[in-house]
């Protein structure tokens, strides 16, 4: 079980990783361009994790899942629960409001004038804050609850 853990904790980490970069460092480098190559780069990048996010949040949320279900008994459950909660409601919150303005993003021409897009980006990069800390709490309360439960059942043997 150490081995499904430690994925879970690798697949959770690496996704939340990825999420404060594109908030602390590819965003802030992208304010620094002119508006046409940062139009273009802000497509490329919505265009790219656009296609690879769904299944690497979905897989993450299956992952959860399948924790709580193998510590449905211990007294870590409600830690997981509140985990794969989160990562549902991110999930949802992400489709229904996220994903919208990354697709407009992504579709822009490269010669959209700036205006037109600038005021919708920094929204999307507010709203995906919140989204990182509120990953970063599912993601805490995960491993919380699997240390805890591996150090429980190390100390009952």
Known sequence: ?????????LCLGLLIGNELTVSLFINPVMQQLDPRPRTQALSLFARLLGKAMPFWYALCLLLLLAETALYRHETVFPF???????????????????????????????EASPSSWQKEHRRWDILHRWRVGVLTFAFACAVYAMLTAHQLATLCR
């Open 1 to 9: 079980m150490i081995f499904f853990n430690l994925f879970t904790i």
């Open 80 to 110: 997981l629960i509140i985990a794969s909660s989160l990562w549902a409601a991110v999930i949802v919150f992400t489709v229904t409001t996220l994903v919208p303005i990354n697709n407009r993003i992504a579709a822009l021409p490269p």
